[in-house]
């Protein structure tokens, strides 16, 4: 109940004036080292569950993967003209989720957007494994993969040699710089939190982390260096980020096949990247906040943030989605009004339409303040849009091969067979494995970023000398100064 | 006359950045700014600033494998299609530049990145043993200010730390 003036004042900036805090300002150092260290120590259940189900989900996809390799691909369903499947629409989708880890470490970086400082590590490990995870599907769809050391440039007999101006190719090298590159920049950005954890651990792990650590002491001369190659590498990684995926549409876009050969794809797989790995930010960032126990540093006002991104980023791949369906519609090619009219009408009419409701129908529950908030609606409409992304890749690359220019290469009868589909799980089952375990031996959470975040914070709140809230409205969901 | 190593423990930037201010301007002798070490949780570039212009050459190695990488990739593609000169190409040229610009462009940034990392190591000078007075506290919440100095001037340094309130001030044959 309001009674007094002053109690009506605090009110009102609590509800228009003042936005919840990203992060309370009056943690204590040690206590952002002891918290995040704990998270080494001991989980939550929850972290064994989805560790060991991932394990398993693994295994089944690497039981599919020898069954295909002593068997052939004709096992998966795969042959002309459907030649691709589910390995290359999954390669793209995990490729697409590497971006996320580019857009909050380096993007935000840049733009001096600290409330990405709790987050951006997972983020940045997301990038790492989902190229990992990625990677193996260009092995996977090959079918003979004792044979891939074809595709290397070496002087051999066979008279084979990469075609340089392929846009394949250029994909391989992308990749790898990609790869290479955010491994080099997650390992950077974590060696002052690696020198905490050596610092703090006992045997074994003080071995490891020693060795990991490079000698780092937080002296000057290191933070000057650091803060300076950190800064390069970002300004690397973000065009980079754009090319690979870029050179990752080109692989279509080059091509004559109708619904392929589409000048805004390059933008499109992009703006769906980005989506796809902010969405899977949220889910992630859910997970990590309960087993981790990071209510403190994964705070909503951060999930919030990071909910109007994506939510943001939504609009802009509906728009150019429509940008392709309409250029489409009123353009001369028939061949390509074929392919999307049988996309919408044909075989695959479920999933077209259930991905374009999903990825531009659904994110419209991001707009609702109330919903945002929501953690288990959010945790629900975060895999529903990366369902939806999943699906805009599979009907990126079926439906054309299904649907091709001649007679002879439609051919409508080639569902994905198990393994394929065993394998896509396994993707999955590899990915979180490989995630859980790097939250489990590195720190998810940055904890010289944090103390940063919260330093300069306090500086701010000193200088401009904010009014503290009262508490009992701070209780009810306002902060604490 | 030999040197020894001191170092003290603060627990704010601005206890530190006040007893560095001091240091600096009282002009002791057998001691020189150069051979003072700030080592602190987060980055401060404030407090840096502080001990003077202590140059970062991260950018230059930027520079020279971003050069070198994208010469290189331009050098590596364009060789390895020159190879087969004999192949007819259909009058097409041996070297196209526009889908050559794109490897290119790959290989400028990774010879970039992977040279600024080295400059990081080589300017840090990582991978390097703890110094001897390296205190974990440091890592944690406590800021360290670690000076070189002559074995005479530590007296009236140790004086100024503790002064400042220093919270703990270890010497190299201990406290």
């Known amino acids: 109940m309001i009674n007094t003036f002053e109690e009506r004042e605090v009110e009102v900036e609590r509800r228009f004036v003042r936005k919840e805090k990203d992060i309370r300002e009056d943690i204590a150092w040690a206590k952002i080292n002891s918290d995040v260290l704990r998270s080494l120590e001991r989980p939550r259940m929850l972290f064994w569950v989805i560790f060991l189900g991932s394990l398993a989900l693994f295994m089944f996809g690497v039981s599919c993967e020898i069954y295909q390799y002593e068997t052939g691909l004709g096992v998966a369903n795969l042959d002309n003209p459907q030649v691709w499947g589910l390995y290359i629409a999954t390669f793209i989708f995990w490729i697409g989720m590497s971006h996320s880890g580019t857009l909050l470490s380096a993007i935000l ?54 075609n340089f101006q392929s846009p394949l190719v250029w994909d391989a090298t992308a990749i790898f710089t990609y790869l290479t590159s955010s491994m080099i920049f997650l390992y950077i950005g974590m060696i002052p939190d690696l020198a905490i954890c050596r610092d703090n651990a006992t045997g074994f792990r003080k071995r490891f982390y020693t ?119 009123y353009g001369d090619d028939m061949y390509a009004k074929q392919a999307l009219i049988y996309r919408a009408t ?113 500086l701010h709140t000193k200088a401009h000398g904010e009014p503290s809230v009262n508490h009992e409205l701070a209780a009810e969901g306002g902060t604490a100064s | 006359m030999s040197k020894s190593h001191m170092l003290a423990l603060f627990n704010d930037f601005d206890e530190a950045s006040a007893a560095i201010r001091e240091l600096k301007a009282s002009n002791l002798e057998g001691f020189d700014l150069k051979d003072v070490t700030l080592k602190s949780p987060i980055e401060h570039p404030e407090i840096e600033e502080l001990l003077g212009k202590r140059p970062v050459y991260v950018q230059l190695f930027t520079f020279f494998g971003a050069t070198f990488g994208a010469l290189l990739g331009f050098l590596f593609i364009s060789s390895a299609q ?6 007819p190409k259909g009058g097409k040229p041996i070297i196209p530049i526009p889908p050559d610009m794109v490897l290119t462009y790959e290989l400028f940034i990774l010879g970039g990145v992977y040279i600024t990392v080295l400059g990081f190591f080589i300017g840090a000078k990582l ?11 440091v890592s944690e919440d406590q800021i360290g200010i670690l000076i070189k100095a002559e074995d005479t001037a530590m007296p009236a340094i140790k004086d100024l730390f503790t002064k400042h309130r220093a919270l703990e001030i270890i010497g190299e044959g201990g406290k």
């Not at chain 1, 995870?133 to 891939?148: D, E, I, K, P, S």
Request: glycine residues 4%; charged residues 10%; positive net charge.
């Open chain 2, 82 to 87: 020159a190879t087969f000169l004999m192949q």
């Open chain 1, 211 to 329: 060795f990991l650590s490079l000698g780092w002491m937080g002296t000057d001369r290191q933070w000057a260096n650091f803060r300076v190659t950190y800064l390069t590498v970002a300004c690397f990684l973000i065009p980079l980020a754009v090319s690979v995926h870029s050179i990752v549409a080109t692989d279509f876009a080059v091509s004559q096949q109708p619904g392929w050969h589409i000048t805004s794809f390059p933008p499109y797989f992009v703006a769906g990247a980005l989506y796809s790995g902010c969405a899977a930010i949220i889910t992630l960032f859910i997970v990590l906040r309960y087993v981790f126990r990071f209510e403190e540093y994964m705070t909503m006002p951060i999930l919030e943030k990071t909910a109007k991104l994506t939510f943001a980023i939504s609009m802009v791949w509906t728009y150019l989605n429509l940008v392709e369906y309409s250029a489409t519609w």
């Open chain 1, 346 to 458: 044909g075989d695959y009419a479920v999933f077209w339409w259930s991905m374009n409701f999903l990825g531009s129908v659904v994110p419209f529950t991001l707009a609702f303040k109330k919903l945002r908030n929501h953690i288990p609606t959010m945790l629900v409409v975060s895999i529903l849009l990366n369902v939806g992304m999943w699906l805009e890749r599979w009907m990126i690359v079926s439906p054309t091969f299904a649907n091709g220019i001649y007679p002879w290469t439609m051919d409508h009868d080639q569902w994905p067979a198990w393994v394929q589909w065993g394998m896509v799980a396994g993707s999955f089952g590899w990915f979180n494995m490989l995630f859980m375990l790097f939250c489990k031996i590195f720190p998810s959470v940055s904890m010289y970023e944090v103390k940063e975040m919260v330093y300069h914070r306090s």
């Open chain 1, 109 to 162: 970086h840049l733009m001096h957007a600290d409330w990405r400082k709790p987050i951006y590590r997972f983020a940045e490990a997301m990038t790492t494994f989902s190229l990992m995870t990625a990677g193996l599907f260009v092995m996977v769809h090959l079918g003979r993969v004792w044979q891939f050391y074809y595709v290397v440039a070496y002087p051999n007999e066979r008279w084979t040699w990469p």
């Open chain 2, 127 to 137: 991978p390097m043993k703890r110094h001897k007075l390296y205190n974990a506290r």
